[in-house]
């Protein structure tokens, strides 16, 4: 809902934004539906998916009104390096755009126990978004925020009133528990320990499978973006396996990317062996 109505709050029909690719591709879709002229630039898979800096200064232009990334990224799990992120905040502030980050992974980190740098603070036109659905493991809260400048904010905020009015009171008391100096971190450490503790089954599985994958190992989230060696198209092998496995992955189309998987590995490690086994 954040993503929503920030696009909604500071772009209109006309407008030009940036989008990174692979990507969650909900901000993409809602700014294409309002009308807004979308290009992309990429993480390099050949680059361990770091972004590819020429790119997004070569599509960055006098008439780009945002930039949207995600950071920890969905679906690869890279992590932007300090310099990366000062390069896109360079960017934006070259041509005065806003700075959308979504970064509801941050804290899911895989290789640290060091949550993942905030956008917030780095150029005066930045949107960071969070949430309690993924590296705290909250999803039914619907709950998530947006930190932004004052005007800025209240401007969502009122968009929010006709979108959601508000969340429940127990979740909002739910919410408030889950990020006390008590809660949140026990929350971080759980999700960690899901990370941590399934990877290496997911890896095995991969390794069994010698030239069918290609994976860069993701540095966050429960999630790893697969490259496949078949002759099919990702929705098209997604179907097959959800019909003839029932089992979901998520296809590479979902992200702007054919013949990728991405695939959830942070569960409980009989579910993912036995969810693996399936595939």
């Not at 905030?118 to 705290?136: D, H, I, N, P, Q």
């Not at 089954?201 to 966050?220: K, R």
Request: include cysteine.
């Amino acid at each position: 809902e954040a993503n929503f109505n920030a696009i909604h709050t500071l772009l209109a029909p006309g407008d030009e934004a940036v989008v990174m690719l692979p990507n969650y591709m909900q901000v993409w879709g809602v700014a294409y539906n309002l009308g807004v002229h979308v290009e992309s630039f990429h993480l390099k898979e050949d680059a361990g998916w770091a972004p590819d800096l020429d790119e997004l200064n070569s599509v960055v232009t006098a008439k780009t009104r945002l930039i949207a990334v995600c950071n920890p990224n969905n679906p690869t799990g890279y992590i932007l390096t300090e310099q990366e992120m000062d390069a896109i905040g360079a960017a934006a502030d070259r041509v005065g755009a806003w700075l959308l980050a979504d970064e509801v992974y941050s804290g899911a980190e895989r290789l640290t126990d060091t949550p993942t740098p905030s956008f917030w603070g780095r150029t005066e036109r930045v949107l960071a978004m969070g949430s309690l659905s993924k590296a705290y493991g909250l999803p039914g809260l619907r709950i998530g925020w947006v930190v932004g400048p004052p005007d800025i904010v209240d401007e969502i905020w009122a968009r929010h009133e006709y979108t959601a009015i508000s969340a429940t009171m127990l979740a909002n008391k739910l919410a408030a528990i889950a990020l006390s100096p008590q809660v949140r971190p026990r929350l971080l450490k759980r999700a960690r320990e899901y990370i941590r503790r399934g990877f290496p089954i997911f890896e095995d599985w991969l390794n069994a499978h010698e030239g069918a994958f290609t994976l860069i190992p993701p540095q966050a989230a429960a999630i790893a973006f697969v490259r496949y060696h078949l002759d099919i198209n990702s929705t098209k092998l997604v179907e097959r396996l959800m019909n003839e496995k029932s089992v979901f992955i998520v296809p590479g189309d979902h992200f702007g990317m054919d013949h990728y998987l991405r695939i959830s590995f942070g569960l409980p490690p009989d579910y993912l062996q036995a969810g693996l086994d399936r595939m």
